[in-house]
């Protein structure tokens, strides 16, 4: 149940939550009774919340159907992974530049080592990890615009509306790569290996 004065904005919170989770999944009808009474609001905030989500490109509204999870075509994924490509090259270089560059490198670090000689990886898991560690690179680029741009676009959601375009064996050496160049410090090349992780993926999906 949920308690507050803004509850549109609780709401926004929660669904979006449950989207990024994929507790709701691409082209799901959102039942707005169901989802009212569960959140313990009426029909008024959560339109608000739906319409806020909507700006996002997080949920559409059907004639006939109502309101859906969106559902990404190809293109629209290839063009989140391009942004990836120039945004996500941007932080890895500004981290590479941040006097606390080893330390941020073992934080990324520590998100996939439990996969390091793994013989058989848990896709799921890594999905999880690999988004964890994409919104890490975000968070710790420490440039408002960048963060900003990605709750605007949320282009990470867009780029996992299929699930992993890649292997996990093949991703998990090119972000052992990006966070190594990380804790050299190297900026140019911590862009650079950023940048090829994303079109690699766009080849793929091409």
């Given at each position: 149940m ?46 608000k ?79 999880l ?33 299929y ?6 064996e ?37």
């Open positions: 949920i308690k507050h004065l803004d509850l549109s904005q609780q709401a926004y919170i929660e669904i979006k939550k449950q989207i990024f989770n994929r507790d709701l999944i691409p082209g799901q009808k959102l039942a707005q009774d169901k989802i009212a009474l569960k959140l313990g609001i009426s029909k008024m905030p959560l339109h919340a739906l319409q806020m989500l909507e700006s996002e490109l997080l949920v559409e509204f059907m004639p006939r159907r109502g309101y859906i999870v969106k559902d990404y075509d190809r293109n629209e994924q290839i063009d989140a992974f391009e942004c990836r490509e120039v945004l996500e090259g941007l932080a890895a270089r500004k981290l590479a530049k941040n006097p606390n560059h080893k330390e941020i490198a073992n934080k990324l670090y520590a998100i996939f080592e439990p996969f390091k000689n793994s013989p058989a990886i848990d896709k799921e898991a890594y999905r990890a690999d988004q964890n560690f994409h919104n890490t690179i975000c968070e710790f680029s420490n440039n408002s615009v960048l963060k900003k741009l990605d709750v605007l676009g949320n282009y990470l959601v867009l780029t996992y509306s699930g992993l375009v890649r292997q996990p093949e991703t998990l050496l090119e972000h052992f790569e990006i966070i190594e160049a990380i804790r050299e410090g190297n900026s140019k090349k911590a862009e650079k290996v950023m940048r090829k992780h994303a079109s690699n993926s766009i080849d793929i999906m091409k």
